[in-house]
Nanobody, 124 residues
Framework: QLQASGGGLVQPGGSLRLSCAAS????????VGWFRQAPGKEREGVSC????????YHTDSVRGRFTISRDSAKNTVYLQMNSLKPEDTAVYYC???????????????????WGQGTQVTVSS
């Protein structure tokens, strides 16, 4: 089971840190991705952290502003989001992945674990 949290309302230019906590299994066995879905838009992959080498990947629109990280001791993956923009407004989800592929390609296997989603709203 995955529990996503940390969303909220923030002004443009602000920061939030999302958390994705795993229970019932060892998170380190998996790559972990963050995804988002804005109203009327398809879900898109945002960031991924590898389970094999710790490499991280970020889609073009968030690179340099978002950072994904992992705390193995806490069985938790984080998404630090800085310099937030109104276009970052979406429901954010975390999911277990088989692997990270690239900055702009995210494949979710059919048996992926998904968090319940946390709302991020960037508005003045």
């Amino acid at each position: 089971q995955l529990q996503a949290s940390g969303g909220g309302l923030v002004q443009p230019g602000g920061s939030l840190r999302l958390s994705c906590a795993a229970s019932g299994f060892t998170f380190d066995y998996y790559a972990v991705g963050w995804f988002r879905q804005a109203p009327g838009k398809e879900r898109e992959g945002v960031s991924c952290i590898s389970n094999s080498d710790g490499n991280t990947y970020h889609t073009d629109s968030v690179r340099g502003r978002f950072t994904i990280s992992r705390d193995s001791a806490k069985n938790t993956v984080y998404l630090q989001m800085n310099s937030l923009k109104p276009e970052d407004t979406a429901v954010y989800y975390c999911a277990t992945l088989t692997r990270c592929y690239s900055d702009n390609y995210y494949y979710t296997p059919p048996d992926a674990y998904w968090g319940q989603g946390t709302q991020v709203t960037v508005s003045s």
